[in-house]
């Protein structure tokens, strides 16, 4: 987001045309820090400028579990292992778990 109303002057912010030229009597020091970054991030030495971030928002996305494919394919997938006896629990009469190849 970059500022339109943007001087050439380092950190005195929005300057007061009915005063003289001179220097400000006060720097502006969020203005100095917000060029400072932009600088940094046209030059390269960070990768972003952070007041051009959006700011995170703060609300939970919302999730439905019935409207999530991954979760009805492992439903889908479950239930005809079930249908099918592939989930049988190990025992002595079953002692192998079961294969997809033809026997």
Known sequence: MAR????????????????HG?????LDDDELA????????????????A???PPATDD???F???????GQDIRSVTSRQEAEGE????????????TRYAE
């Open 51 to 53: 007041g051009d971030v």
């Open 64 to 70: 439905d579990p019935d409207a999530d494919t991954d």
């Open 4 to 19: 339109d109303n943007v001087t050439s002057e380092a950190a005195e912010g929005q300057r007061d045309r009915r005063f």
């Open 87 to 98: 989930t049988a629990p190990l025992s002595a009469d079953n002692p192998f778990p079961p």
């Open 60 to 62: 939970p996305v919302p």
């Open 34 to 49: 917000r060029r400072t970054e932009q600088e940094r991030a046209d030059a390269g030495v960070t990768d972003y400028d």
């Open 22 to 26: 001179g220097t400000p009597a006060h």
